[in-house]
């Protein structure tokens, strides 16, 4: 729907939020969290690439960027007067903002996912999770808002508040102009993005990649997981997972910050996202920094990855 008179290409975030009649607390949040993508935006290019010299609640070490780009997020957030909590990657816990909840929304955020790949030049994201009032620790379905910013040659941003995916690039005054409207998925992939170890995949998702190399689908993997499932979005087919692996059964992405707001905006496309059995945005989580596996894209291939692993995946019952 592009506004009269203009061309859809001249239409901003803020328009297309108001276009869509988003609520002004969640507009002015939702282009909040892009005016911050400009300053991550400015640290990639130009700041310290080195290690922080601390570590997150993973145990993972953390870059000058990742502690960088969650400061300016959280800085943002805590400014904008209509966030109650939030949630970062390299926080240990939930961090309370206000303890009023109406009309407020809490946040939960991976401030530079793939942060690692920044000092080889491959493409890095920010991820966003959004919920209305003060609880992060509902199942995905409940968000009422998902969006991802991705640093790659061109920098572009990709929501939905739950009426279609849209994107938008960054021109040179810095401001988010619409691309594609209602982006949507295929059912069937031509490409595969397979993360984890090989010797340490499951028979039944061992099975599965076969299954998708006998088709002749492409593996295509930057280890970023924003770029990777931008790829699947932006060209309308493709599957993403990190399965349960060997020595990981429940495998290494995080369900709040990074699999929850990328289930939503596959979903929201058409297409599907599981953790082998059952569907990310219905898992219920029990802790915040809790992973899962994922098998996420065209429908019809995260059927498939059911069938392989979870009907016939015995070894996944006695790794769990
Ligand atoms: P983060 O940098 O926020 O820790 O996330 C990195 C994740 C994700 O970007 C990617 O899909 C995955 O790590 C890649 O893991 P492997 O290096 O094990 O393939
Ligand atoms: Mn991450
Ligand atoms: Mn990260």
């Known amino acids: 729907m592009s506004a009269p008179g203009k061309t859809k290409f001249q239409i901003d975030l803020r328009r297309h939020l108001r276009e869509h009649y988003v609520n002004e607390n969640l507009t002015h949040l939702i282009c909040e969290i892009a005016e911050a993508s400009k300053y991550i935006i400015h640290s990639i290019r130009t700041g310290d690439l080195g290690v922080a010299g601390t570590s ?20 943002r957030l805590d400014h ?50 959004i919920f209305e009032g003060c609880d992060l620790l509902q199942p995905g379905r409940n968000q009422v808002a998902a969006m991802y910013i991705l640093y790659g040659p061109r920098t572009t941003l990709v929501y939905s508040v739950g009426k279609g995916v849209h994107e938008f690039g960054m021109n040179t005054l810095m401001e ?81 910050f990074e699999l929850s707001p990328m289930a939503y905006l596959i979903e929201q496309a058409g297409g599907a996202a599981s953790d082998g059995c059952r569907r990310i945005l219905d898992i219920q989580p029990t802790e915040i920094h809790e992973r899962s596996p994922v098998f996420i894209g065209c429908k019809e291939d995260v059927a498939m990855a059911e069938e392989f692993i979870c009907k016939h995946d015995l070894q996944r019952d006695s790794a769990e």
């Open 56 to 75: 997150n609640l993973y145990g993972e070490d953390q870059l000058a960027l990742d502690v960088l780009s969650d400061r300016i997020l959280r800085k």
């Open 80 to 129: 904008s007067r209509v966030v109650a909590n939030i949630m970062s990657e390299e926080a240990d816990q939930i961090i309370p903002i206000s303890p009023d909840c109406n009309g407020k929304y809490s946040v939960a955020f991976d401030p530079l996912d793939g942060s690692s790949l920044v000092d080889v030049n491959l493409a890095v994201g920010t991820i966003v999770s």
């Open 176 to 256: 988010y102009t619409l691309l594609r409207e209602n982006i949507t998925i295929g059912p069937q992939a031509n490409l595969y993005a397979p993360g984890g170890l090989r010797n340490l995949y499951t028979p039944g998702v061992e099975a599965y990649v076969r299954t998708l190399e006998e088709r002749g689908v492409k593996l295509r993997y930057s280890g970023g997981f924003v770029p990777d499932i931008n790829q699947v979005l932006l060209k309308g087919k493709g599957i993403f997972f990190y399965p349960h692996l060997k020595d990981q059964p429940k495998g290494k992405l995080r369900l709040l």
